[in-house]
């Protein structure tokens, strides 16, 4: 499951998004692949469409976390 939560201002009587934050969580991932999702993690932003088309402009953090 993924949450996303942003955080907008006003600028100029304007409303601009300048934070994302996306929390993502994995129900059932076994200790023995843990490793691997985090690997996972660490470079997803770097492939990911919309963080690359965004991120030069909008400060993008994600978290990760099992249930």
């Known amino acids: 499951m993924a949450e996303a ?4 201002v006003l600028e100029d ?3 601009v998004i300048k934070r994302i934050r996306v929390h993502y969580r994995l129900s ?4 023995d692949k843990r490793e691997a999702a985090e690997r996972a993690h660490a470079f ?4 990911c469409p919309v963080a690359r088309s965004i991120g ?3 400060e993008i953090t994600t ?3 099992y249930t």
């Open 5 to 8: 939560e942003g955080e907008v």
């Open 56 to 58: 030069g402009s909008i």
């Open 44 to 47: 997803h932003a770097s492939r």
């Open 13 to 15: 009587r304007v409303l």
């Open 28 to 31: 059932g991932c076994p200790e």
């Open 63 to 65: 978290e990760l976390a």
